[in-house]
């Protein structure tokens, strides 16, 4: 299944991107033995508490992590397109601008950010005239959103203009 | 009172003027939203509940009615037009609907798909009006016992029964179980796992997780494709009306579609997609007309869509009758229920009647309301489809983000969704399915519910959930759903249940 050229996590067995999902599963049951451990202090003895169901998925989650390493070699795992990342990139940064910007700026300046990154990202990237847009569109939203159905959208200094 | 006369009474209530507008603006949005490509009903679901949030209960609720049967109506437009089927619902309909749109007849699929989506909900609709009464007697005998195992051949058949991996569906499930852990513990008030973030004590929020996995998921994983030409929208040429002979090739296949797909949809077992790839099957064994299917045969348009939304309305079963969800669009409504407190079940037909039935009947009137508005509009709906890609992504990421500043405008929440949407990025590369994600999620701590307290009543005796031949037959059920796929696979039989994928997004 894992022999196309355009895979990028190498062409030859074993699958190591797989095999890093297989490590993340058994991080992820780690945690939750470390959690379900704390509870057990905490709770003391009894057949079932808080912590019986989180170790039950801690236990079936190291069991598919070893299914995922066995799928890792055999390459079970399908053929993966080739991904551009520089457009994942533009709108991931996006939103992390937005999630930055959001309670200084406000919510049309940090979503206009947003819309003009993920417009680039899908190859528009005349940003001049797409982030105005975008933060224009967004002042429209939010005063619909908070003005007529009430939404409470962090303001900045271009909706308070408007309050 | 006999289940005429709820159903009399809900109708009163839904003919109210002021539900009759909330239920317009659901259709129309729901039918605008799901319209847009790559955005199927469960993402239309998540994306509009925000707009509810200032309803009254009874509001809301009727206003989501008219989004989802408006989503589903608007993702079969999409597939005729421009084959890009957004929801593997919708593929069936692909199939034929774009080769008939691509020979000039556009206008008659999007007609039988309309009135076919009209003929199926309309008794499909009645059709649960009048099993619901039943379900929940039968569910009140039920026992938590009996609800885990329920819970059990649920999470079976949406992760791993169908789908092209076993392991991968059952890796989502548990990855949507472990984060449905996160928070305060329902039974003792104990956090768990939450490490001292005050944000995560209420748990992870479901429309974020679905609105993440589903909506900033699909658009990086679009993005990462890198740069095409604009996909092709066919032109809706001549007449949107259909002829005698349409009519006549039409009308079987509805009916057909609607006893398929109305009794999958209503198992309390997810994989509401089958009923379309049955009836297709079924159309193409009965046609006089052989040589059309591939090329644009009606029947392989009127058929699947009237099992599509047949077995839409039929997951609204158990939704309402058990507060058990089969798909990633129930389980979003289930969310949409629960931000009002009220949970589906057997209980809610006995404490608040007028609620059920009065949403049972809006459905009934979003259903005849879809007709009326659709085949007009439809020149509105082909300009939709035709905003360029840059602007399209631009504005469902800025409706997306919007849903979650407006529920919560922290950072942290931002953040998660953030997360959430290259978790959802990376699962589409990886091809994990992303329903059983949210479906673990919302229904992971009413199973851990019912369990604890099976296990309490029995004082620790894990014996006791196969004691009950109910529970037991389930149970065994379930296991058959996840060790008979798994054989298929191996014997390499596993291309029918790959296109069986419950996957909607």
Known sequence: MNQGPLNKAGERRPDWAALAIAAVLVAIS???????????????YSPVGPSTVPMAIAVVLLLLAVWTVIAAFRGDFPAREKQEIQ????????LAAQMLLLNTAGFSIATGVLFAATAAGFGKRKLWISLPVGIV???VVWLIFAGLLQLSLPAGPLERLFQ | MSTFEFLLQGLVIAAQPMNLFYALI????????GVLPGIGPALTVA??????????AAGSLIMFAGIYYGGMYGGSTTSILLNTPGESASIVTALEGNKMARAGRGGPALATAAIGSFVAGLIATIGLAFIAPYIVKLALVFGPREYFALMVLAFVTVSSAFGDSTLRGLTALFVGLFLSTIGIDQLTGQTRLAFGVPDLLDGIEVTTLAVAMFAIGETLFIAAQGLQGPDKVEAVKGSVWMNRADWARSWKPWLRGTVIGFPIGAMPAGGAEIGTFLSYAAEKRLTKHPEEFGNGAIEGV???EAANNASAAGTLVPLLTLGLPTTATAAIMLAGFQQYGLQPGPLLFATNPQLVWGLIASLLIANFMLLVLNLPMIGLWVRLLTIPKPWLYAGILLFATLGTIGANPSVFEL???LGFGVLGYGMR???YPIAPVVVGLILGPLAEQQLRRALAISQGDFTVLFTSPIAAGLLIVAALALIVPLVLRARGRGEVLSQMAANED
Do not use: K, Q
């Open chain 2, 429 to 431: 590369v990886f091809g």
């Open chain 2, 415 to 417: 953040g998660m969704l």
């Open chain 2, 302 to 304: 009127a058929g699947p």
């Open chain 2, 47 to 56: 994306l509009l509940l925000p707009v509810t949030y200032r309803l009254d």
């Open chain 1, 87 to 94: 457009p994942v990139a533009w709108v991931v940064g996006g």
């Open chain 1, 137 to 139: 569109l967004c002042l």
């Open chain 2, 26 to 33: 659901g259709v129309t949005l729901g039918t605008a939203v």
């Open chain 1, 30 to 44: 780690a945690v939750i033995f470390f959690d379900a451990a704390r509870l057990r202090e905490v709770s003391g």
